[in-house]
C-alpha cells in the first residue's frame, strides 16, 4: 500500500504542478488550475495513507519516489528520455528514501 500510495500522491503533485507550468510558461488557459489545485489537493491527502510513525519521515521518503515519478513524468509525457545521469540520481534517491522508510528504529 505504501509504495502505491506514494506513486499515486507523485502522479497527482506532477500533474498539479504541470498544470501551473503549462498556464504560465505554456500560454495554457487560467482554467487549467482547477483541476490542478484538485491534484494537489488529493497529493496531500494520498500522503495520508502512507504507514509512519511520523510525518516528516513520511514527506523525507516520498522525495525519492517523487524524483523517479518526474523522470519518468519527463519521459512520458513531456517526451525527453532520460539520460544516464537522470536514472543514476533517481536511483540514489530511491536508495535514499527506502533508508529512511524502512530503517531498523528503536522502538
Given at each position: 500500500?505504501?509504495?502505491?500510495?506514494?506513486?499515486?500522491?507523485?502522479?497527482?503533485?506532477?500533474?498539479?504542478?504541470?498544470?501551473?507550468?503549462?498556464?504560465?510558461?505554456?500560454?495554457?488557459?487560467?482554467?487549467?488550475l482547477?483541476?490542478?489545485?484538485?491534484?494537489?489537493?488529493?497529493?496531500?491527502?494520498?500522503?495520508?495513507?502512507?504507514?509512519?510513525?511520523?510525518?516528516?519521515?513520511?514527506?523525507?521518503?516520498?522525495?525519492?519516489?517523487?524524483?523517479?515519478?518526474?523522470?519518468?513524468?519527463?519521459?512520458?509525457?513531456?517526451?525527453?528520455?532520460?539520460?544516464?545521469?537522470?536514472?543514476?540520481?533517481?536511483?540514489?534517491?530511491?536508495?535514499g528514501?527506502?533508508?529512511?522508510?524502512?530503517?531498523?528504529?528503536?522502538?
Open positions: 500500500m505504501t509504495a502505491l500510495a506514494y506513486f499515486a500522491a507523485a502522479l497527482a503533485e506532477i500533474a498539479g504542478c504541470f498544470t501551473f507550468w503549462a498556464w504560465l510558461r505554456l500560454g495554457k488557459s487560467v482554467w487549467w482547477l483541476p490542478g489545485m484538485a491534484a494537489l489537493a488529493l497529493f496531500a491527502y494520498l500522503l495520508t495513507l502512507v504507514e509512519a510513525d511520523h510525518a516528516g519521515r513520511t514527506y523525507a521518503a516520498y522525495g525519492g519516489v517523487y524524483i523517479l515519478s518526474a523522470i519518468l513524468w519527463l519521459w512520458i509525457v513531456e517526451g525527453a528520455r532520460p539520460d544516464l545521469w537522470d536514472a543514476l540520481g533517481a536511483a540514489v534517491c530511491l536508495a528514501a527506502a533508508i529512511i522508510l524502512f530503517g531498523p528504529r528503536p522502538v
